[in-house]
């Protein structure tokens, strides 16, 4: 089942769908478990579970301008391309775009959501390809897609692989999401 849903935390935007396994368990969004039994999905995920290349979780997150709004009164960036239509249109933008730094937190909640605990996470890098561009009526979508890129089982870690898009085009380039897991 897919419904725009409120969204809390980095990102802030809306959630219509989050899934994989522990993914039922995120408060603020209709979940479906990808590949897992309910009682799997209530616990988890085990770096010994794990396949390199195999996909974790994805996501679909609405992005308002509000959101924006909200997102430059947090962080204190009050450039009005993040805002302002006709400012952004003034200097060549074809609209108001999101933050980077808003893009890059929207996208890593699919790897906090999925381990469930944002703790885990220990390193997070992102390349920033292309902006997010925010339509006045439509908003804009971030989809992300979440896949085991490495595994260390020696220090416990996966490296989670995002592909980010909005618009059908890439925004994030290399993101990478270290995190630690229980071996089993």
């Not at 995002?162 to 380039?173: D, F, K, N």
Request: charged letters at 25%.
């Amino acid at each position: 089942m897919h419904r725009d849903v409120p969204a809390r935390g980095p990102g802030r935007g809306r959630v219509s769908a989050v899934t994989g396994p522990g993914a039922d368990q995120h408060p603020q969004a209709d979940h479906e478990p990808a590949a897992a039994s309910r009682h799997e999905a209530l616990t988890r995920p085990v770096l010994s579970d794990l396949e390199v290349g195999a996909e974790v979780a994805r996501a679909r997150y609405a992005v308002r301008r509000s959101d924006l709004v909200r997102y430059a009164g947090a962080g204190g960036d009050f450039n009005p391309i993040h805002w302002d239509e006709a400012f952004a249109r003034s200097v060549g933008l074809p609209d108001v775009l999101a933050h980077g730094m808003f893009t890059m937190a929207t996208a890593v909640r699919v790897v906090t959501d999925w381990c469930r605990d944002p703790g885990a996470v220990l390193a997070y890098s992102v390349r920033f390809t292309k902006p997010v561009v925010v339509d006045h009526d439509n908003g804009a979508t971030i989809e992300v897609v979440a896949t085991v890129g490495a595994l260390d089982p020696e220090a416990g870690t996966a490296r989670i692989d995002l592909a980010a898009t909005s618009a059908g085009v890439g925004v994030l380039g290399k993101a990478r999401a270290t995190v630690r897991l229980p071996p089993r």
